[in-house]
């Protein structure tokens, strides 16, 4: 089959050609295209379940909130591990999938168990909800707010109702720190005494005073007139006037038995920007989304959002974590590194083989190589990352060898055949002279691939993150053979074959020949 393969890359040429060509172009294509991430996904499918329980204890949490979920979701299978965490005021429970899950289905029969759990939990107790679906490799960015000028309440405020909408395109915008406004009634137990008036009947009204009710429509012979009440109160000061009870002949107000006042909840954290309080956004991309071009978004919208921002004295601050600066110093690391080695491989091709030719020819597997791997890495769903890139920065001192056997040999066959006097075709020359090395370069190939096959089978967190690195480096190297048995062969007939060919060894080749001899003589010698 190997013989079958080179024959016909040999006869046809330009098609091997015009395929690697094609090859090259759909590598440039994909390399536009394919996602960026600074690490393999090395997390298992995980679902995260947050539940809010207004005024319980961590311990009343503890035992009931998050003890009823868990007993529910434990039936589901696939699980590998549940995680808890019991605060004041809220439940977060974290349920970990077997490696190679599907997340959706398990996203659905999580779902299917949180309906039935729901009328179990105390008055109060918000229902369970299931943060959006994320991966450890997804949070691409924090930006930071600080002013002078506005306090950490309107910061809050700010980051809220006007930014977290314009970046509802990333999913996953957490805010952290700041002062959530709240309309608060901050009772006096002597007014509400003196009023005879309880915690109770206060919200009630309060309730009633900020609800909105629909008043229906009415019919005439034309038309049907909607009608729309406009009685909620929204501010602090709204709800102080609202009418709570008639007492001696005279209204008495929300505001006389309580104080109604704009204040913060009660904050369980902080953020600091620069030794600065003040609030950050965390930015989670969606699941498998290119890092990169998440960024790029988040960028526009912050540009478009800075002048606003300016305007009202707050300072944004997109720059207190960006993964798209880790990508780039990789890239930009991986470039200079293939840039390197690429020179250093030229240059010693051209010094051993003291030929431009035959070291373009060797070198064109360089390109087509790494290209070819990033197309399957594409195609099987993996990310250029650092793991990755270093596979394919590994691999390019291997993807020559074989083309540089092949050259190397035909190189050397083609001067002999035009020495000796029944010279043959340079056809059956180049075919012999490929087919003469080729069983070595195969055996020596799967060789090298068979070192890497313990990656690849690495267990657990090593396995997830090593894995990845394995699977470039093997499909570069598979690349490389492919290569060597199609297009090198192709190249070499074309700008070889009628070519002048020096009968004289390069001078590198023979400055070692000469060394080595004069070593061994000298070393008989000293034997004799």
Same mark, same amino acid.
């Given at each position: 089959?190997?013989?079958?393969?080179?024959?016909?890359? =040999?006869?046809?040429?330009?098609?091997?050609?015009?395929?690697?060509?094609?090859?090259?172009?759909?590598?440039?294509?994909?390399?536009?295209?394919?996602?960026?991430?600074?690490?393999?996904?090395?997390?298992?499918?995980?679902?995260?379940?947050?539940?809010?329980?207004?005024?319980?204890?961590?311990?009343?949490?503890?035992?009931?909130?998050?003890?009823?979920?868990?007993?529910?979701?434990?039936?589901?299978?696939?699980?590998?591990?549940?995680?808890?965490?019991?605060?004041?005021?809220?439940?977060?429970?974290?349920?970990?999938?077997?490696?190679?899950?599907?997340?959706?289905?398990?996203?659905?029969a999580v779902t299917e168990r949180l309906s039935t759990v729901a009328s179990e939990l105390p008055t109060g107790v918000q229902p369970p909800l299931m943060t959006p679906l994320t991966s450890s490799t997804t949070w691409v960015m924090e930006v930071g707010l600080t002013s002078d000028k506005q306090s950490l309440m309107t910061l809050r405020t700010v980051a809220d109702w006007t930014m977290k909408p314009h970046l509802l395109a990333v999913r996953g915008v957490e805010v952290n720190g700041g002062e959530v406004r709240q309309i608060q009634f901050q009772f006096a137990s002597q007014r509400l005494v003196q009023y005879g008036a309880s915690v109770e009947e206060v919200i009630a009204a309060a309730r009633k005073s900020t609800g909105?009710?629909?008043?229906?429509?009415?019919?005439?012979?034309?038309?049907?007139?909607?009608?729309?009440?406009?009685?909620?109160?929204?501010?602090?000061?709204?709800?102080?006037?609202?009418?709570?009870?008639?007492?001696?002949?005279?209204?008495?107000?929300?505001?006389?038995?309580?104080?109604?006042?704009?204040?913060?909840?009660?904050?369980?954290?902080?953020?600091?920007?620069?030794?600065?309080?003040?609030?950050?956004?965390?930015?989670?991309?969606?699941?498998g989304s290119n890092t990169l071009e998440v960024t790029q978004g988040i960028d526009k919208a912050l540009t478009n959002l800075r002048p606003s921002l300016e305007a009202q004295g707050i300072s944004l601050h997109p720059e207190v974590f960006r993964a798209a600066d880790f990508i780039d110093v990789a890239l930009h690391n991986v470039g200079d590194s293939l840039l390197i080695g690429a020179v250093l491989v030229v240059v010693?091709?051209?010094?051993?083989?003291?030929?431009?030719?035959?070291?373009?020819?060797?070198?064109?597997?360089?390109?087509?190589?790494?290209?070819?791997?990033? =197309?399957?890495?594409?195609?099987?769903?993996?990310?250029?990352?650092?793991?990755?890139?270093?596979?394919?920065?590994?691999?390019?001192?291997?993807?020559?060898?074989?083309?540089?056997?092949?050259?190397?040999? =035909?190189y050397r066959r083609l001067r002999e055949n035009r020495a000796s006097p029944s010279s043959r075709s340079t056809f059956q020359v180049v075919l012999d002279a490929s087919i003469e090395v080729r069983s070595a370069v195969v055996y020596a190939t799967f060789a090298v691939i068979l070192v890497f096959f313990p990656v690849l089978n690495m267990s657990g967190l090593a396995g997830r993150i090593f894995g990845p690195l394995g699977v470039a480096y093997i499909w570069a190297i598979l690349a490389s053979l492919i290569v060597a048995l199609t297009v090198t062969p192709a190249l070499c007939v074309l700008l070889l074959g009628e070519r002048d060919l020096p009968p004289q060894e390069p001078p590198a080749v023979h400055w070692l020949r000469r060394d080595t001899t004069k070593f061994f003589s000298e070393l008989k010698e000293c034997h004799d």
């Amino acid at each position: 089959m190997l013989n079958a393969i080179v024959r016909f890359s =040999i006869r046809f040429r330009g098609i091997a050609i015009s395929l690697a060509c094609a090859l090259l172009g759909y590598g440039i294509f994909s390399l536009s295209h394919v996602p960026y991430d600074v690490f393999p996904e090395f997390a298992p499918p995980q679902v995260s379940i947050q539940t809010e329980a207004p005024g319980l204890s961590p311990e009343q949490v503890e035992v009931l909130v998050t003890q009823p979920i868990e007993n529910v979701i434990n039936g589901v299978s696939g699980i590998e591990s549940l995680r808890s965490r019991s605060i004041q005021g809220l439940s977060v429970i974290t349920v970990v999938f077997r490696s190679g899950s599907d997340i959706y289905r398990g996203r659905q029969a999580v779902t299917e168990r949180l309906s039935t759990v729901a009328s179990e939990l105390p008055t109060g107790v918000q229902p369970p909800l299931m943060t959006p679906l994320t991966s450890s490799t997804t949070w691409v960015m924090e930006v930071g707010l600080t002013s002078d000028k506005q306090s950490l309440m309107t910061l809050r405020t700010v980051a809220d109702w006007t930014m977290k909408p314009h970046l509802l395109a990333v999913r996953g915008v957490e805010v952290n720190g700041g002062e959530v406004r709240q309309i608060q009634f901050q009772f006096a137990s002597q007014r509400l005494v003196q009023y005879g008036a309880s915690v109770e009947e206060v919200i009630a009204a309060a309730r009633k005073s900020t609800g909105i009710r629909g008043a229906g429509f009415v019919d005439t012979p034309n038309q049907r007139i909607v009608l729309q009440t406009e009685g909620k109160s929204v501010t602090a000061a709204q709800l102080a006037r609202t009418v709570f009870f008639h007492h001696n002949g005279a209204n008495v107000m929300l505001g006389d038995v309580s104080s109604v006042v704009d204040a913060p909840a009660p904050a369980i954290g902080a953020a600091t920007i620069r030794g600065k309080l003040g609030v950050i956004l965390t930015i989670d991309a969606s699941y498998g989304s290119n890092t990169l071009e998440v960024t790029q978004g988040i960028d526009k919208a912050l540009t478009n959002l800075r002048p606003s921002l300016e305007a009202q004295g707050i300072s944004l601050h997109p720059e207190v974590f960006r993964a798209a600066d880790f990508i780039d110093v990789a890239l930009h690391n991986v470039g200079d590194s293939l840039l390197i080695g690429a020179v250093l491989v030229v240059v010693v091709l051209f010094l051993f083989l003291f030929n431009f030719r035959t070291a373009a020819i060797s070198c064109t597997a360089i390109p087509l190589s790494l290209l070819a791997a990033v =197309i399957a890495l594409d195609k099987m769903g993996l990310s250029l990352n650092t793991m990755t890139l270093g596979g394919l920065s590994i691999a390019i001192g291997e993807v020559v060898d074989d083309a540089v056997i092949d050259v190397e040999n =035909i190189y050397r066959r083609l001067r002999e055949n035009r020495a000796s006097p029944s010279s043959r075709s340079t056809f059956q020359v180049v075919l012999d002279a490929s087919i003469e090395v080729r069983s070595a370069v195969v055996y020596a190939t799967f060789a090298v691939i068979l070192v890497f096959f313990p990656v690849l089978n690495m267990s657990g967190l090593a396995g997830r993150i090593f894995g990845p690195l394995g699977v470039a480096y093997i499909w570069a190297i598979l690349a490389s053979l492919i290569v060597a048995l199609t297009v090198t062969p192709a190249l070499c007939v074309l700008l070889l074959g009628e070519r002048d060919l020096p009968p004289q060894e390069p001078p590198a080749v023979h400055w070692l020949r000469r060394d080595t001899t004069k070593f061994f003589s000298e070393l008989k010698e000293c034997h004799d």
